[in-house]
């Protein structure tokens, strides 16, 4: 567990000044990535959104246009022009591009959304690393890994950081901003304010794993599948227990279909590899089996739950 006990953020001197971030590039178009652009690009920043087919970006720019029409429907309630107008102009500050290293090419921040794994994540970003221009932030939206770890794979460590959403971004107003014993202060404060700026309310925590939220949150959500795995309690009451006993506004089965079960799985299987005899990281049966058939949760139609 070197990991829970690493030192956390301690600046180092920077090269660079704080980076005003006008240009953003999101790389991964899933929940996340295309939350992010839609909650960056509504704030007037221009964002490049990147994934690896042209595919599925047209399916992350449909997804954007989706939710802003569902913010529209009650921000201009009464002006359906207006409405209109605002969704054509959130849309034209997002441009598209299955190029990752071309998309780092003219930007102040790079921001990683994609698959959870560490590997891949640094892989992507060795390989911006080269192509990126100096004062570019680079940062990572994972729910557990470490940061400094990632960071590793670059040489711009004091411009590195974590810039933690949540699903689904653009109703949720929280971001987690963790900066790692390299990052400089002017880094730190460039994703402080850029969190700001799109409107949401930053917390700072420190790098270790799961930062604060998912450091409650995954011991929360896998004893709710022990619980059920023990035969204690149905899917259905446990949902209901937690909405009506705790206030939680899902249940621990609906916000995991609503996460996604292969991002979940990701996580815990990292997490019992930080601390292999813990107990309480044990796994459940029942998420593997439903990841093996590909039921990942809401966003294949099929999870805890069926949809659709
Ligand atoms: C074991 C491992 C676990 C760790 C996992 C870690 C994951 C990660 O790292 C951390 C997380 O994110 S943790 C996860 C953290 N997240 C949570 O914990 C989330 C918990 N859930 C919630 O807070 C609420 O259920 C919601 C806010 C999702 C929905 O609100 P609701 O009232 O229950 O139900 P509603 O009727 O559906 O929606 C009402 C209205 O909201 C609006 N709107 C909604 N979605 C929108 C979108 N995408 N776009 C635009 N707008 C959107 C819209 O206006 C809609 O009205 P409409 O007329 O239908 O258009
Ligand atoms: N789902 C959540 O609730 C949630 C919340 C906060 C943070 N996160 C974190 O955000 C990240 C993304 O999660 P998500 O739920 O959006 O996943 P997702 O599966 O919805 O989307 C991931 C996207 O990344 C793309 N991708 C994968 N590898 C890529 C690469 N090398 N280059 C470009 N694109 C690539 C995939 O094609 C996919 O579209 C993960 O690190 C996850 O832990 C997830």
Known sequence: MA?????CRGF?????????IKHVTIIGGG???SGIAQVAASTGHSVTLVDTSEDILK???KTIEGSLRRVVKKKFADKPEAGEEYVQK???????????????QGTDLVLEAIVENLQVKQDLFSHLDKLAPAHTIFASNTSSLSISDIASSTS?????????FFNPVPMMKLVEVCGTSATSQETFDSLM?????????????KDTPGFIVNRLL????????????????????????????????????????YIGLDTIKFILDGWRVMDPNNPSFAPSELLNKLVAEGKLGKKTGEGFYKYK
């Open 218 to 257: 995954v011991p929360y959500i896998l004893e709710a599948y022990h619980l059920h795995e023990r035969g204690h309690g149905s899917k259905e009451d446990v949902d209901i227990a937690m909405k009506l006993g705790a206030g939680y506004p899902m249940g621990p089965f609906e916000l995991s279909d």
């Open 3 to 7: 990991f829970f006990h690493q030192i």
């Open 90 to 104: 959130v849309l034209k500050n997002v441009s598209t591009s299955s190029d990752a290293g071309s998309a780092a």
């Open 12 to 20: 180092s001197s920077s090269a660079v000044r704080a980076v005003v």
């Open 156 to 164: 711009r460590l004091d411009r590195f950081g974590g810039l933690h």
């Open 59 to 61: 399916k992350s720019v």
């Open 193 to 205: 304010n850029f969190s700001k700026e799109l409107g949401k309310t930053p917390v700072s925590c």
């Open 31 to 33: 929940q996340m990535g």
